[in-house]
C-alpha cells in the first residue's frame, strides 16, 4: 500500500467511522419503520471490514477476515464509489460537503487498496476471526 501522512490516515479513519455510524443510523431507523434493510446492512459491514483493514495496516489492530469477505466488501465499497463521486461533483467548492464526500471517497480508495493488498499477500496474512 502507498504511504500516506498520519494525517490523511486520521482523517480516512474518521471519514470511515462517520460513515460506519451514519450506516448503523439509517439502518436502525428503516429497520423501526419495517423497511428493507439489506442493502444498508451490506453497505455498513464493507464499510466495517474496510475501516478495520485500514486500522491493521497502519496501527496493527487486527484484521479476522477471510477472502470471500475480502472479495464481498471490495465489490460493494466499489459500488459506492460513483454516487460519491456524483455527490462530489453536484456540491459546491469549498463546501463542508464536498470536503465531506472527499475525504469518503479518499477513505474507500484507500480501504479499497489495503484489502487488494492483502489478497495479493502484500498485507499481514489473513486469519480467522477467533469466534468462528
Excluded at 495496516?57 to 459506492?80: A, C, H, P, R
Amino acid at each position: 500500500m502507498k504511504a500516506v501522512s498520519e494525517e490523511i490516515q486520521d482523517l480516512s479513519i474518521k471519514s470511515l467511522e462517520s460513515t460506519l455510524n451514519k450506516l448503523s443510523n439509517a439502518s436502525n431507523t428503516m429497520s423501526a419503520k419495517g423497511a428493507n434493510t439489506n442493502i444498508v446492512k451490506k453497505r455498513r459491514n464493507a464499510v466495517q471490514i474496510g475501516l478495520t483493514s485500514l486500522k491493521d495496516t497502519w496501527n496493527k489492530e487486527g484484521f479476522f477476515y477471510n477472502e470471500e469477505s475480502i472479495l464481498i466488501t471490495k465489490d460493494v465499497l466499489q459500488g459506492i464509489l460513483p454516487s460519491i463521486k456524483k455527490q462530489i461533483e453536484k456540491a459546491k467548492e469549498g463546501s463542508s460537503q464536498k470536503t465531506l464526500n472527499e475525504r469518503r471517497l479518499l477513505a474507500i480508495k484507500l480501504a479499497l487498496e489495503s484489502l487488494e493488498d492483502r489478497l495479493r499477500g502484500n498485507e499481514t496474512p489473513i486469519r480467522e476471526h477467533p469466534t468462528n
